[in-house]
């Protein structure tokens, strides 16, 4: 993979994590509060992993589509820009409980769904590319077509795992 374009999708991703600050930053927030009353661990870990799921096909629909490549990226720069923004609302927001909920929700997202979220714009960039270069040719793309699900298929793993264990947290926290 070419590595201007890893670096150049890691640093967009946290120009948009720190715009996501910056913006709850400037936002006046003194009426808004904390919820901490969440639903229940079963309700929480579907409602992330359908999210993630969604995500993740996307994407995949997306890649397949050239010209859509881009709305990967943008998925992906929309995630982490609302990541950053809720990062700043709970350290604004929660006081006491602040450092605890943002180590349960954030630690794992950016552990494992940055990571993620960067995978996959290149997994799509890459993809994109491939059925770009094998668009006529049809047994080319069935057989060239495994490795491509398969990255996405760990992106999707590597967000679900991020989910179960950020409400696992959060369960714990609050």
Do not use: W
């Not at 409602?47 to 997306?62: G, H």
């Amino acid at each position: 993979m070419n590595k201007s374009f890893v670096l150049s999708a890691s640093i967009i991703i946290i120009v948009s994590f720190s715009a996501g600050v910056f913006t709850e930053i400037i936002t006046p927030s003194e009426n808004l509060i904390l919820s901490t009353q969440l639903p229940s661990i079963g309700n929480s870990i579907l409602d992330c992993l359908k999210d993630d799921f969604l995500t993740v096909i996307a994407a995949i629909i997306f890649s397949l589509c050239v010209f859509s490549m881009p709305v990967v990226a943008l998925m992906a720069i929309g995630k982490t820009f609302s990541l950053g923004f809720s990062a700043a609302y709970i350290l604004s927001s929660s006081g006491d409980q602040a450092f605890g909920i943002l180590l349960a929700a954030l630690l794992p997202r950016g552990i494992f769904k940055i990571p993620a979220y960067i995978a996959l714009v290149i997994i799509s960039y890459g993809t994109a590319k491939f059925v770009k270069r094998n668009y006529r040719n049809q047994a080319a793309l069935q057989k060239g077509a495994l490795p491509y699900l398969s990255n996405f298929l760990l992106c999707f793993l590597l967000m679900a795992i991020s989910s179960i264990l950020e409400v696992l947290l959060l369960q714990g926290v609050l």
